[in-house]
């Protein structure tokens, strides 16, 4: 157990929605990273937060957006939905903001657009 | 923008045969790290090399950051079939983005 939770698991929804994936980090980490991994394929860096502040962006859509909470719990929404965004999305997170911090996944959420 | 490959893509050993898998940066990297990634399963978290000629070692896996800091490789002596899984280097580059290769896929049959 990594001790970083998202919520939900799966999700299966249709094309045009708009969906919101929900990640606690481990206690005591400052850090939220998001991630998408479609079939076979890596993982692609999406957007960081460290401490309610978005620190880097990576290949994240403009129909994604993400934030960090003050208790800093963080959430992605998907919306406009496309049959193409269906993936694992992963967070993770680490205790700093640097780059020299391991970062800790959670178990992902699996979204399936039909 | 900033590649990270990995070859092989695939391989399939025997058990007790050894496993190679290098990463290849289109970059300088600040540091690299390295990830396995179980079938069905999250990435976990295995080492980060910082120095160039970084050799660190972890019982059976041996890990090598090259001199030019862009290149690494991770080293299985006689896998076990424990070791499946897909492993992914991950490097940082000065924009504090970490990216992650394309990762390489083990399996390993008794």
């Known amino acids: 157990d990594s001790g970083v939770t998202q919520t939900p698991k799966h999700l299966i929804t249709a094309t045009g929605q708009r969906v919101t994936l929900r990640c606690s980090p481990r206690?005591?980490?400052?850090?939220v990273y998001w991630y998408q991994q479609s079939l076979d394929q890596g993982l692609q860096f999406l957007i960081h937060?460290?401490?309610?502040?978005?620190?880097a962006k990576g290949n994240i859509l403009e129909r994604f957006s993400a934030q960090q909470f003050p208790d800093l719990h963080s959430e992605l929404n998907l919306s406009s939905l496309e049959l193409g965004d269906s993936a694992l999305y992963f967070c993770?997170?680490?205790?700093?903001?640097?780059?020299?911090?391991?970062?800790?996944f959670g178990d992902g959420t699996r979204l399936s657009i039909l | 923008g900033q590649q990270v490959m990995q070859i092989p893509q695939y391989q399939h050993v025997q058990e007790g045969e050894d496993f190679t898998t290098y990463c290849n940066s289109s970059t300088t990297l600040s540091n690299i790290q390295w990830y396995k990634q179980r079938p069905g399963g999250h990435p976990v978290f295995l080492i980060q090399?910082?120095?160039?000629?970084e050799v660190k070692k972890q019982k059976r896996l041996t890990f090598q950051f090259g001199e030019a800091k862009k290149n690494s490789s991770l080293h299985i002596t006689a896998t076990q079939t424990t070791d499946v899984g897909t492993y992914f280097c991950?490097?940082?580059?000065?924009?504090?983005?970490?990216?992650f290769g394309t990762g390489t896929r083990l399996l390993v049959s008794p």
């Open positions: 993770a997170s680490s205790s700093g903001g640097g780059s020299n911090q391991p970062q800790h």
């Open positions: 090399l910082v120095k160039s000629g």
């Open positions: 937060y460290y401490n309610g502040e978005e620190r």
């Open positions: 991950a490097g940082f580059t000065g924009f504090q983005k970490l990216v």
């Open positions: 206690s005591g980490d400052l850090s």
